[in-house]
């Protein structure tokens, strides 16, 4: 992954994140150190690229398709409201809106369930990015 995808997609969610404490309670992965809080929701950010072609024959063009995950995490047995708003303000951020070279699409939730202390619900965002090299 490119430096400049990481900085467009962390730049967006943090511009625009509402929900949580974006110091506190946000998570960017990729090697950072994160405390998570023990009794409050929290979310991770995730960037992935599966695919990277030339996007013309002969052009220093690449489209990379990939995915933004945020895992939204809540204490257990908390139910589940907290992570649906969780989940509608990852909408509000990512589904079909682009930036910095970024082009999103639909935003999909994804049940994970109890991870330890926790229970799991991840927004799945597809997006495609373009680069001239």
């Known amino acids: 992954m490119t430096d400049a995808l990481r900085i467009s997609v962390e730049t967006q ?8 404490d974006i110091t506190d309670e946000t998570d960017f992965g990729d090697n950072n150190r994160f ?3 023990q009794d ?5 950010v995730i ?11 002969g052009k220093d063009f690449q ?6 995950t945020v895992e939204c995490y809540a204490p257990i047995n908390t139910g589940e409201k907290a992570l649906n ?24 939730p994804v049940r994970i369930g109890e991870r330890g202390n926790w229970y799991q619900i991840n ?11």
């Open 13 to 20: 969610f943090a511009d625009n994140w509402t929900a949580t």
């Open 123 to 133: 927004a799945k965002t597809d997006f495609k990015y373009d680069v001239f090299s």
């Open 85 to 108: 708003d969780l989940i509608d303000s990852v909408k509000t951020i990512f589904q079909n809106k682009s930036f910095g070279g970024v082009e999103c699409f639909a935003t999909t």
């Open 63 to 68: 489209r990379s398709i990939g995915i933004i």
């Open 35 to 37: 405390t998570p809080p």
């Open 40 to 44: 409050s929701e929290w979310v991770r």
């Open 47 to 57: 960037t992935s690229i599966l695919s990277t072609q030339n996007a013309e024959v």
